[in-house]
């Protein structure tokens, strides 16, 4: 175990993203923060949180902290196709990025966390991530550390005995909760009446997303705000080709393993095969096979790859995908689980390179600062 | 459900969502095989359309490839799965085999129901080539199943001078049409089902499969069988009765007297209610909660399919409806009639959609 205390990462993320958001300030096109009541937010346990975010103490090599899939320079994702955690252990699934995971109903790919809090224990335990065997190495650590036994008295009024995760969750969740980005050049122009704020490609393509393209369906535009989530979970045919013609016995097969006590964290995440299963390996609902949770479309120009498997390379990938209906190519099988949402687009070429063009029309200047700032930094 | 199970489910967690897998449900709550307890599936309505060659609509052959995947998934295998009828659209060999082959993929003995979408171009010779009888019964584990063809119609009207068997299948394929004739199950068939059930013991259930509803719900539509009085007078002795039946397209279900009914969903496309059509009564069960609005971005919203759990003789109906809630219509052995679950509670049902 590291004895050294993790400077670097805290630090430079004060430069990278800047100040914190005041708290209550709520960026253009977004909705206020939706606070739980057991947990309100304080600057110290914001920063509390910060520092536990970013502590690769909590991993097994002590090489791998939430940040190391979640990186503030990359937009909080790690633009791989699946996370590598402890050891360079792969998972089956793509680090969705932290910015706006706040306006969630639920966390992770299937929704199998119902609060950043609990989502926030899973990954240090889990055997491709963390790699611990379970919470205890990390209680030991924050309770050897002056500072954060300083910090977590003043932020829950415990003494190192009383320390427990369920307070590693709410700061990080705090944390987690000021990681928001609105104000998109779409905001400017959709929200704020800045008839300059999207080029005319983008404007075309806003029209694609609301119209022919059908994405406005699932990735939500409202009155006064915009989430691009319906908080729902959609098979759109990614990942089909794996399972074609296996899905009846991966499905028999993972239930038995989970009545018999199998963690679904850690299974989804360590069988290719049972993490395809999608929603369905948390709901059991027939109808949740190979379903996945509506990621939000804000910032997406810079979490590529995109889907929960990482499938997809780019944006033109992706836009791709959708015009076939949910395929790869045009001809490929369809998934009979299929969303009934989906089907083939008979996009033009134009209107693709708009729909694309509009996408990037949802990057936050606080978030493409960051990004570019480390971009920078490293060379 | 009986008190057994529900006390059962109570001890074991919350209710077995509709949807979700019937894990050993029935052989875990009664410990070991009772003779009455069984699960089957029930697909119908698919309405097969034949466009050309072999090309036929994708929306509906998506629907039944669904409900095939979805009901493979089903662990322990259901007993056998029950086809409600209206497989094909206009009842032709292309639509017909085209139907079948679809249903090849899916797990476990199927028994098939005569649908008018099935019978009017030939009156079901293509249909009984393929898959035997219309109207036939069975035995299983101490239940009596009786298969109806409920779509036949007045002679003269089947018989008179057609331009051509496809100008008749046209004029029964359409709604609200004055040109219609109603359906019924016929005096031939009756007169079957009376002897039919003659060897059959008071206490033994019954479940009847038809595909219009046996009951008088709304003429228009066809949600209507002519002789719904005479059937239901037949199947009158028995302790219990259940009828399921397609066409409808919509969750219906109803109690009269001894009989409990159960429309199933089709896997094609919803029909509205009768009661968004005000231009003639329609006598809609009062116990049925109509479903939500269908969402027209899902085309598979408001379709769907389900597994029936067969319970000391009454049925639990649990529809699987993606991209919708999931609902369970079960028989409350209180009050004497099936009920949903959830959503039977005024107050308690869905609201419409709100965004688009």
């Known amino acids: ?379 | 459900m009986s008190m057994k199970r529900r006390d059962f489910l109570k001890t074991g967690g919350a209710l077995l969502a509709a949807g979700s897998l019937p894990l050993s449900l029935v052989e875990v709550a009664f410990g070991k095989e009772s003779p009455q307890n069984f699960t089957f599936a029930f697909i119908s309505d698919s309405h097969i359309t034949h466009i050309k060659g072999n090309e036929f609509v994708r929306n509906w052959d998506m629907g039944l490839k669904r409900a095939i995947a979805e009901a493979n998934l089903m662990t322990p295998r259901p007993d056998f799965i029950i086809y409600g009828g209206d497989i094909a659209q206009l009842g032709t060999k292309e639509e017909i085999d085209h139907g079948l082959e679809l249903m090849g993929a899916l797990r476990g003995k199927v028994h098939y129901v005569m649908g008018e979408h099935d019978y009017y171009v030939d009156l079901g010779d293509y249909w009984r080539k393929q898959l035997g009888p219309d109207y036939y019964s069975f035995d299983h584990k101490g239940v009596h199943f009786v298969v109806l063809n409920s779509i036949v119609t007045y002679d003269e009207w089947t018989h008179q001078d057609w331009d051509s068997p496809m100008a008749r299948m046209k004029e029964m394929a359409r709604l609200d049409n004055p040109n219609g004739s109603p359906f019924m199950v016929g005096p031939t068939q009756r007169e079957w089902l009376r002897k039919d059930l003659e060897k059959v013991d008071r206490d033994t259930p019954i479940v009847v499969l038809s595909h219009s509803p046996l009951q008088k719900i709304y003429k228009g539509w066809n949600f209507w069988t002519d002789d719904a009085e005479e059937v239901q007078a037949l199947l009158k002795p028995f302790n219990k009765v259940t009828v399921l039946y397609g066409h409808v397209h919509q969750i219906q279900y109803n109690q009269i007297g001894n009989i409990s009914f159960h429309a199933v969903m089709a896997t094609a496309w919803p029909w509205p209610y009768p009661s968004t059509y005000s231009q003639e009564a329609s006598h809609l069960p009062k116990l049925t909660v109509e479903m939500n609005r269908a969402d027209p971005f899902f085309e598979r919203d408001a379709t769907g399919w389900q597994f029936i759990n067969m319970d000391s003789g009454n049925i639990d109906v649990h529809y699987t409806l993606p991209d919708n809630s999931n609902r369970v219509v079960a028989f409350n052995e209180d009050k004497g009639h099936p009920e949903d679950t959830k959503y039977q509670a005024e107050g308690n049902q869905i609201p419409p959609q709100e965004h688009y």
């Not at chain 1, 780019?314 to 076939?324: Q, R």
């Open chain 1, 1 to 379: 175990m590291l004895q050294k205390l993790p400077t670097v990462g805290a630090l430079s993320l004060a430069l990278l993203c800047g100040p914190l958001p005041a708290l209550g300030d709520t960026p253009l096109g977004l909705p206020p923060v939706p606070i739980p009541a057991d947990n309100p937010q304080t600057p110290a346990k914001i920063e509390l949180g910060d520092r536990l975010f970013n502590d690769v103490r909590f991993s097994a090599d002590g090489k791998v902290s939430c940040a190391t899939c979640h990186d503030p320079s990359k937009a909080f994702t790690d633009n791989k196709p699946v996370s590598e955690g402890f050891k360079g252990l792969r998972g089956t699934r793509n680090a969705p990025t932290v910015i706006n995971a706040a306006y969630m109903e639920t966390q992770f790919w299937d929704g199998r966390e119902p609060s950043l809090e609990a989502q926030s224990l899973q990954p240090p335990i889990n055997p491709v991530e963390g790699g611990l065997e379970n919470h205890d190495p990390i209680l030991k650590t924050i309770r050897n550390d002056p500072q954060y036994v300083q910090a977590f008295r003043e932020v829950f009024q415990v003494s190192p005995d009383e320390i427990t995760m369920d307070h590693v969750a709410k700061a990080i969740a705090s944390f987690e909760r000021t990681r928001i980005a609105g104000n998109s050049p779409f905001d400017r122009w959709y929200f704020g009446g800045e008839e300059d704020a999207m080029t005319e490609a983008q404007i075309r393509g806003f029209q694609v997303f609301v119209g022919q393209g059908r994405c406005v369906s699932c990735h939500q535009v409202e009155q006064t705000q915009a989430l691009f989530t319906d908080n729902r979970f959609h098979n759109i045919g990614v990942g089909f080709k794996n399972i074609q013609g296996r899905v009846a016995g991966i499905a028999e097969q993972f239930l038995q393993a989970k009545a018999e006590g199998a963690d679904v964290d850690k299974t989804v995440l360590t069988d290719p095969d049972a993490s395809e299963l999608g929603r369905f390996a948390v709901s059991e609902d027939m109808t949740d096979v190979a379903a996945f949770k509506t990621p939000t479309l804000r910032n997406i120009e810079l979490t590529a790859p995109y889907m929960h498997d990482g499938s997809q390379e780019t944006l033109e990938d992706m836009v791709e995908f959708y015009n076939n209906g949910g395929r790869v190519n045009p001809d490929d099988p369809v998934s009979p689980f299929l969303s009934g949402g989906i089907r083939p687009l008979d996009l033009s070429d134009q209107q693709k390179e708009d729909l694309i063009a509009f996408l990037k029309a949802l990057t936050s200047p606080s978030v493409a600062a960051a990004t570019k700032s480390a971009a920078n930094n490293a060379q």
